[in-house]
């Protein structure tokens, strides 16, 4: 018995030798990449001869567990590439015998150098911490098919969109920026949530981004593959909502070893409708003292979007890109608005039945060119791009009024009137951006970019008299404005410690930018000029108590210049009762910024906490005046000062295999000195806001995934009162087919149809109460099917989630 054992161990290590010998390759080289935490999949491994780096040897991607293996390699000194979006470049000699070469763990550090660079790649990953804010990876939220980039906003922590698509940071807009640039492609709704790569959310920027933003920057990066072979996903999706809905997108890659060429077409086509319910006192104006209006909207939208892009890479250290996108964007609105007046002692005075048809057509287009230069010190690194982008936004609104007594019978006949609004926008962008080693332990990093943007508008306003129209020179002009940006600005980013491992970082910046813009209105109502040099110094200091752990402060000085539509004077009245316009004489904000920073990662959780302070000069808000007719027009003024603080955090968790959690809360307070008004008692002084999201991701089973996200928006202040809470829920499932090629996919937006806007306002002169609730609840089924793909779990991801 005891000779039988040992024969059946000798025998056992035997075939268990022959095994491991047979499927060792004697001619493979193998490792595994990650990033000093946990494995990094779909990292491009290349091996180049030493003595001819344009010819590629051998390729690999890495799998889920961040391993690689290159195969039948000859004996000889190579080259070894290790690269992907996010993380420096590593280039590695490697001497191969011919025997299996195990390399071991090679860790890739992020780039966070390059606003555009940074993009989430890891699927277990949904947020990535940067040094300046966080980026969310498009990949996770499946629970925004057939949207556009405002849902997928929506669902991005400590970012809040209200109702009617106002996106804002910590209580204020953001600056937008579009692949890292500024575009004339303004209405998030002319971006297809399909179309979206990333989304990077900054909100402690440096001197090298714009100092036009007070409260952050959102930077849109769209997809674009940078993996080799022949690639293509096709997605179709149909759905409902209070009418028929419907998408479909398709995606053609190519990568060779110097060209990269990418097409991608993208569509969305929906019907929606709208209920407004409005209500206002006005105090002393006995006549029309009660006014009660409701509103009904019937609407059909389309979007095609076309996207373009070739990469050339003469060698390792060149690359040479341009990119373009195009869309059309068609909008037919038709409204209904009923509007009954009561003097003070709640009688009938007047009442008209309103209806409009706005014919809204949108042509955007963009161009950009960008150079890259890498240097045989990673540290060393230089960039140069050209953009231009046009928007032509056409609106033709043809409008009828009936007015009838309090039996409900017409008087008199119909008044028509119609407007058109023609608008032509272009913004060039001329970017140069240069860093360099000026000691072991110290970058400066320097560069240019200038912003050049012209805007035209015309509004013409007609009424119909003798079966003419006759335009109305009063409600009539030409608004053009032209804005140029030159600004320069230089970093020193410094630290104390080891490269892998520092103690001590400090970021010390200026940026300078000269600012020449003027506008006026065609028939010389309106004009401006305005032309100044001002300097943003900003600085940081952060204490790493560990890899995972580490505390920042930091001080930056922005600026919030009004946009165009801030500016442009003309009148919308096709609510003749609450007619809104711009203000060309604002005045740009000035705000001193405080923050300190705190982050720390385990195993299975992590924590962001940030508290922050804001001090602005010349807030502009929106304000509504009264008329001595009983209109309320809304526009915007530099109300006066005010001082917001407040913190900021995120926690992401994964307590279980099967589910993992991202939770997010912004919680501020305001405090007001509206000393600018006439009516400065009745703005808000004093104003307490918060919001929050929870994101959940669970996997029933193998190839399932299920998605549901919560939001909250508690009120938030006006100058004159507050908008009303808003919250929705979202669900998103996914399940994949067959051999994964395939998914299908389901998508309930508000859940439960409770996402509504509204504000109220209470002032010494008038009392408006106002809500809207669009059909926002909707379902959606999707499909998608990739194919040729050499990353096709990452492009179906990528694909199907977001369409």
């Known amino acids: 018995m005891k000779k039988w054992k040992q024969n059946l161990v000798a025998a056992i290590l035997l075939f268990a030798i022959s095994q491991s010998s047979f499927s060792q390759k004697t001619n493979s080289i193998n490792g595994t990449v990650s990033d000093g935490k946990m494995p990094i999949e779909f990292v491009d491994v290349v091996l180049k001869s030493v003595t001819d780096t344009t010819k590629t040897v051998a390729y690999a991607v890495t799998d889920s567990s961040g391993k690689f293996t290159l195969e039948n390699i000859h004996p000889s000194d190579y080259i070894l590439k290790f690269r992907l979006i996010g993380f420096k470049t590593i280039n590695q000699k490697i001497k191969h015998s011919g025997s299996s070469l195990s390399l071991g763990t090679i860790v890739l550090q992020e780039d966070a150098n390059l606003l555009n660079t940074v993009v989430v790649n890891s699927q277990k990953k949904q947020i990535q911490k940067t040094n300046e804010g966080f980026v969310f990876n498009a990949v996770s939220n499946?629970?925004?098919?057939?949207?556009?980039?405002?849902?997928?906003?929506?669902?991005?922590?400590?970012?809040?969109?209200?109702?009617?698509?106002?996106?804002?940071?910590?209580?204020?807009?953001?600056?937008?920026?579009?692949n890292g640039k500024n575009s004339a492609i303004t209405n998030m709704n002319q971006i297809p949530a399909s179309s979206i790569e990333s989304i990077e959310i900054i909100t402690s920027p440096t001197a090298k981004y714009d100092a036009n933003a007070e409260s952050g920057i959102i930077n849109i990066k769209l997809k674009k593959n940078n993996l080799n072979g022949l690639n293509g996903a096709i997605v179709l999706g149909g759905g409902f909502g209070s009418k028929g809905r419907m998408n479909s997108s398709v995606l053609l890659n190519n990568k060779t070893d110097k060209w990269n060429i990418g097409l991608a077409y993208d569509n969305r086509f929906a019907g929606r409708t709208k209920s407004i319910k409005g209500e206002r006192t006005n105090y002393f104006i006995d006549d029309e003292h009660l006014i009660e209006q409701n509103r009904s909207d019937q609407r059909t939208e389309g979007l095609q979007n076309l996207k373009f892009n070739v990469d050339f890479s003469p060698n390792e250290r060149n690359v040479f890109s341009f990119e373009s996108v195009g869309n059309i964007e068609s909008q037919d609105n038709g409204e209904t608005l009923k509007t009954d007046v009561f003097n003070s002692s709640n009688q009938f005075y007047s009442g008209n039945k309103r209806h409009s048809l706005e014919l809204e057509r949108s042509k955007a287009t963009e161009f950009a060119f960008n150079y890259d230069r890498k240097f045989s010190d990673d540290r060393k690194s230089l960039n140069a791009s050209i953009t231009t982008s046009y928007n032509f936004h056409r609106e033709n609104t043809n409008i009828d009024t009936d007015k009838y007594d309090e039996n409900q019978n017409l008087i008199g006949d119909t008044f028509w009137q119609r407007t058109h609004n023609y608008e032509k926008e272009n913004i060039s962008n001329a970017i140069l951006n240069y860093s360099f080693p000026i000691s072991e332990k110290s970058i400066i990093e320097t560069g240019y970019k200038g912003t050049f943007r012209f805007f035209n508008s015309d509004f013409q306003s007609a009424d119909l008299a003798n079966g003419d129209y006759v335009v109305n020179p009063l409600t009539s002009n030409i608004f053009d404005f032209n804005e140029q940006i030159n600004a320069v600005y230089g970093l020193v980013n410094l630290y104390s410690g080891s490269k892998d491992n520092p103690k001590w970082k400090y970021n010390l910046g200026l940026r300078a930018e000269q600012v020449t813009n003027n506008g006026k209105t065609e028939n010389g109502s309106d004009s401006f000029s305005n032309n100044y040099l001002k300097f943003f110094p900003s600085a940081s200091v952060q204490l790493n108590f560990q890899s995972d752990e580490f505390l920042k402060f930091g001080y930056s000085k922005r600026i919030n210049r009004p946009d165009l539509d801030d500016l442009n004077p003309f009148v919308d009245i096709t609510d003749a009762l609450n007619p809104h316009g711009g203000n060309p004489y604002l005045k740009p904000e000035i705000i001193h910024i405080v923050e300190l920073n705190y982050n720390k990662d385990w195993n299975s959780y992590s924590f962001s906490g940030n508290a922050f302070y804001r001090n602005a000069n010349n807030t502009i808000r929106q304000y509504s005046i009264l008329q001595d007719n009983g209109v309320i027009l809304l526009q915007p003024q530099n109300i006066g000062n005010t001082i917001t603080y407040g913190v900021e955090t995120i926690f992401g968790l994964k307590p279980f295999s099967f589910y993992d959690a991202n939770m997010s809360l912004t919680a501020f307070q305001q405090r007001i000195n509206a000393g600018n008004l006439e009516q400065a008692q009745d703005a808000v002084s004093n104003a307490f806001s918060w919001y929050g999201k929870l994101i959940n991701n669970f996997v029933p089973w193998k190839g399932g995934k299920l998605q549901i996200i919560g939001n909250y928006n508690s009120s938030i202040a006006t100058a004159q009162g507050k908008r009303i809470p808003i919250y929705n829920i979202d669900l998103g499932f996914q399940q994949k087919l067959g051999k994964s090629n395939a998914r299908l996919g389901l998508v309930v937006t508000d859940m439960f149809n409770t996402l509504e806007s509204?504000?109220?306002?209470?002032?010494?002169?008038?009392?408006?109460?106002?809500?809207?609730?669009?059909?926002?609840?909707?379902?959606?089924?999707?499909?998608?099917?990739?194919?040729?793909?050499?990353?096709?779990?990452?492009?179906?991801?990528?694909?199907?989630?977001?369409?």
């Not at 949207?147 to 809040?160: F, R």
């Not at 940071?169 to 937008?176: A, D, E, H, M, N």
């Not at 499909?783 to 369409?803: G, I, P, R, V, W």
């Open 142 to 178: 499946i629970s925004q098919s057939g949207g556009t980039a405002i849902d997928m906003l929506k669902n991005i922590p400590t970012v809040a969109v209200d109702a009617d698509d106002a996106i804002s940071l910590r209580g204020k807009t953001p600056l937008i920026l579009i």
């Open 758 to 803: 509204g504000y109220k306002n209470n002032t010494s002169l008038f009392r408006n109460y106002r809500t809207s609730k669009s059909d926002t609840r909707a379902f959606m089924l999707t499909f998608a099917y990739t194919f040729k793909s050499d990353f096709k779990e990452k492009l179906l991801e990528n694909q199907f989630s977001t369409e």
